[in-house]
């Protein structure tokens, strides 16, 4: 089957991969495990052997196609030709069961995917998945270094996230320019950041990363009272000078709160 860039596709051959890849897959005798864009079925052979409940989301109808045969011999595998992005997830879920989620994130779409996830955090209980290298890198970095970003704050603030290893080029088809990492991210129980305010907090963080190389107050003034960013500095220590790119998780929720309650400042 071949690859179709529309779909940034890229199909995991490598059999010391594969196995390295489901070796960090638990088994789920009486649980469901959930498979973002299963391509040609080199993981998902395998996942059909460790739960009783497997759901495969493929968008490509050729890959479809080709997944057949292994449908045919597992009866609890179910596949949804779908495009998981607009997939409500919840018509899937049995009871308050928790999923396991297994995947190769499309390179023109990975991102989207994690921050769709978000609206699911009640119903996962873990995820594997591949991404390129440097979108891995991103995931994992810590406040002040260079790969972390508006990416790596947010999606911090609600999962934490495990680099596990890293894959060649070598081990795809067709061989794409770039390294993947296989990571492992697992919600937080109790995160900081309501529901009903993720699109609030994520519109914070993104405005206090659109110039990352000046100082925070000065960018945050641009959609935040001048005022209320001052009284937060100050409780926190914080020097005027200071830029978005050193602030935690915590502190970016911190700030969330403070402009959304002036009041609680002191």
Known sequence: MKAKKR????????????????????????????EIGPGQGAITSGLVRKCSRLLAFEIDPDACIALQPICRTSPHLTLLQQDVLTADLHRFRQGNEKWLLVGNLPYNVGNLILFKLL?????????????????????????????????????????????LFHLPPGAFRPIPNVESTFLKMTPLENPCIRPGEREAYLKLVSLAFSQRRKKAIRVLEKGYPRETLNRFFAEKGLDDNVRAETFPPALFADLFHAVANPSGLT
């Open 7 to 34: 779909f940034g596709q890229v199909f995991l051959t490598d059999t010391h991969y594969i196995r390295s890849i489901l070796n960090q897959v638990p088994e789920r005798p009486e649980g469901t495990i959930m």
């Open 119 to 163: 609206e699911y955090h009640d119903m996962i209980e873990s995820a594997l998945f591949m991404v390129q290298r440097e979108v891995g890198d991103r995931l994992v970095a810590l406040p002040g270094e260079k790969a972390y970003s508006f990416l790596t704050a947010s999606l911090s603030t609600f999962a934490s996230f495990k680099r």
